[in-house]
C-alpha cells in the first residue's frame, strides 16, 4: 500500500517518520530535540521553538527524498500545543500533501500519545489510559480510534509540568522530570508529609498546584534553593513524587472500580517514570486488567505515534483536505469530553 509520512511539532521536538501502511513497520524515524536551547530559560519559548521547528524539519526532510516515490499519504499533528509550533509542522505537511499530490490526515497529539501503545502491533481494546505528560493530565476511556471519552483531568497543572516546576524551585535545570526521578530514588520517601491533592474530595478530577506549592514552602523553610544540600534535595523529591502517586493512584482507582476495559496503560513522557509505572502495575493487577507498556522510544513527543493514529483513519477512508487542515484551538478540556 505503501508509506506514510508523519510530521510532529506540537512543542519542542520536531520529529518525521516514515511507516508502512499494511504492514505497520516502522521505516524511518528522525527526530531533533531542543531541550539544549530551551534549558537556559528554565521551559520551553513558544518563540524559540518555532524558530527551532523552522531550521529542524526541513533537515530531517532532506534525508527522505528517496522514499518520496513511495509516499501515499501525509499526516500531521494539529492539536493540541503551542500553536507557533504546530504551525511548521502543518505548513510543511500541507505542502508536501499538494507537491505529491496526497490524501493527507491531521490528527489530535493526544490521540498520538494513545496509539504509542500500537507502534508495529495490532490494537488492544477496550483500554484505560493514563495520560501524563507537560501539559495533560488524564485519564481516558479508549473503545476505538476515534471513541476516546475524558474520565477525569486535570484542574490545573499537569504531572509533568509540576515535576518541571519542582525542579526549578531546586534550581535543577530543565527537563526536571528525570532529575526528580533520579534524586527521588536517593531519598527518605517519609522525611516530608506533603498533602495529598484532593484527597478528602469525591471528585475524580487531578489537581497537583496545592502539592507544588507546599513543596515550595518546604523550600523556603529550609533555607531556599540555594541552602539545600544533595540530602535534602533528595528527600524534597521522594517525598514529592510519592504524594503525587498517592494521588494518582487514589483518582484511578475510582474508575478501575467501575470500568470494564481489558487493558490499561500509561501514555505521555512521564509514562517513563518506574516509580509511577510499577505503582500503576500493581494497581492494575489488582483489578484482573492487562498492563500495557510504551516502548520506552516512543513515551515522549514523536512521528510514529502520529502515523500509528492516522494509519487507522486511513482504513476507514477518513481523510483530510489541505484546505480544511490547520492548526486547531486548543480548548480546555473537561471530565465526559471526547478528545
Not at 6 to 27: F, G, P, R
Request: glycine share 6%; hydrophobic share 40%; aromatic share 8%.
Amino acid at each position: 500500500m505503501g508509506l506514510l509520512i508523519s510530521i510532529e511539532s506540537s512543542c519542542d521536538d520536531s520529529s518525521i517518520a516514515l511507516t508502512d501502511i499494511e504492514t505497520l513497520e516502522v521505516i524511518e524515524h528522525l527526530k531533533i530535540s531542543q531541550e539544549i536551547e530551551h534549558s537556559y530559560y528554565g521551559g520551553v519559548v513558544p518563540e524559540l521553538a518555532s524558530r527551532l521547528h523552522a531550521v529542524a524539519l526541513p533537515k530531517l526532510l532532506e534525508k527522505l527524498k528517496p522514499y518520496f516515490k513511495d509516499i501515499k499519504a501525509v499526516s500531521v499533528t494539529t492539536h493540541p500545543g503551542l500553536s507557533v509550533s504546530l504551525h511548521e509542522g502543518v505548513a510543511m505537511a500541507k505542502s508536501i500533501a499538494s507537491f505529491l499530490n496526497l490524501p493527507i490526515v491531521g490528527v489530535n497529539h493526544l490521540k498520538g500519545h494513545v496509539y504509542s501503545l500500537f507502534i508495529e502491533k495490532n490494537e488492544k481494546l477496550p483500554l484505560l489510559v493514563l495520560l501524563v505528560s507537560g501539559g495533560h493530565t488524564q485519564l481516558l476511556e479508549v473503545n476505538s480510534y476515534d471513541s476516546m471519552k475524558i474520565l477525569a483531568t486535570s484542574l490545573d497543572d499537569s504531572v509533568g509540568e509540576s515535576y518541571d516546576k519542582v525542579a526549578k524551585m531546586m534550581n535543577l535545570g530543565y527537563p526536571g522530570g528525570p532529575v526528580i526521578e533520579k534524586l527521588a530514588k536517593e531519598g527518605d520517601r517519609s522525611k516530608f508529609t506533603f498533602p495529598i491533592p484532593l484527597q478528602n474530595s469525591s471528585a475524580i478530577a487531578f489537581s497537583l498546584s496545592g502539592l507544588k506549592n507546599a513543596v515550595r514552602l518546604k523550600i523556603e523553610s529550609l533555607g531556599g534553593a540555594d541552602a539545600l544540600t544533595k540530602e535534602d534535595m533528595c528527600d524534597i523529591s521522594a517525598s514529592f513524587e510519592l504524594a503525587v502517586v498517592k494521588h494518582l493512584l487514589q483518582k484511578s482507582k475510582k474508575v478501575f472500580k467501575t470500568s470494564s476495559a481489558t487493558y490499561f496503560a500509561i501514555v505521555g513522557g512521564v509514562s517513563a517514570n518506574s516509580y509511577i509505572k510499577n505503582h500503576f502495575k500493581t494497581l492494575t493487577k489488582e483489578f484482573n486488567k492487562e498492563f500495557l507498556e510504551v516502548d520506552l522510544n516512543y513515551c515522549s513527543d514523536n512521528a510514529v505515534m502520529i502515523a500509528r493514529w492516522a494509519i487507522e483513519s486511513l482504513k476507514d477512508n477518513k481523510l483530510d483536505s489541505i484546505e480544511n487542515i490547520n492548526v486547531a484551538a486548543t480548548k480546555r478540556s473537561k471530565s465526559g469530553d471526547y478528545i
